[in-house]
């Protein structure tokens, strides 16, 4: 009877373990699977190389620029030859993206130019990753991912007016701002 009681209870364990296990795509896994794959760049960059003069942020701003801790970049480059595998990983991200957790806050673009979505993690003032999705028939696509504690949208987009205003392409983001011209 004991011996029959404790398998009843590893037998229960076992299952609620293996039905906790997630085993849809993240973007996370995303990221470590393609970033070494053919076609693929990617840059991690601390908000420290942004290289913001804080002395001239306001308060909102600054508050914005304390609850950023990385930009994180992966992108597929096009070239004559892999349009076909854009497409594949294009559509793996789409996918990921669709999942319920990531709330959309903005799209945009055309079909000619290209297009973007912007969706986070969170909401309201408790947001842990803001992720840009862009795409271009030219140049490929990225994910951008910034990840911090407790982002504001309405706060983070004041923060970029003060990057548009500075001199990005001197620093490390280069490969960044490149890749959307």
């Given amino acids: ?9 590893m037998m229960l364990f076992l299952v609620v373990t293996l039905q906790s296990c997630n085993q849809d795509p993240t973007l996370q ?35 914005a620029y304390d609850s950023v ?13 892999n349009k076909e ?12 993206l669709k999942n319920p957790k990531y709330e959309e806050l903005m799209r945009g673009g055309n079909s000619t130019d290209g297009k973007f979505v912007i969706k986070c993690i969170g909401d309201g003032d408790n ?13 490929g696509f990225a994910v951008i991912r910034v990840l911090g504690d407790d982002m504001n949208f309405n706060k983070i987009m004041k923060l970029a007016s003060v990057l548009e205003e500075g001199n990005i392409e001197q620093t ?9 011209q």
């Fill in 127 to 139: 947001v842990d990753e803001f992720i840009l999705l862009g795409n271009s028939n030219e140049t």
């Fill in 172 to 180: 490390q983001l280069k490969e960044i701002t490149k890749f959307f």
């Fill in 29 to 63: 896994s995303f990221y470590v699977d393609s970033e070494l794959a053919p076609g693929f760049t990617s840059l991690d960059v601390p908000v420290s190389l942004l290289k913001i003069d804080e002395t001239v942020l306001d308060e909102e701003q600054k508050e």
């Fill in 69 to 81: 801790d990385k930009l994180s970049l992966i992108a597929f480059i096009a070239e004559e030859g």
């Fill in 1 to 9: 009877m004991n011996s029959s009681i404790k398998t009843i209870i």
């Fill in 85 to 96: 595998q854009m497409d594949i990983e294009y559509a793996k991200v789409k996918t990921i």
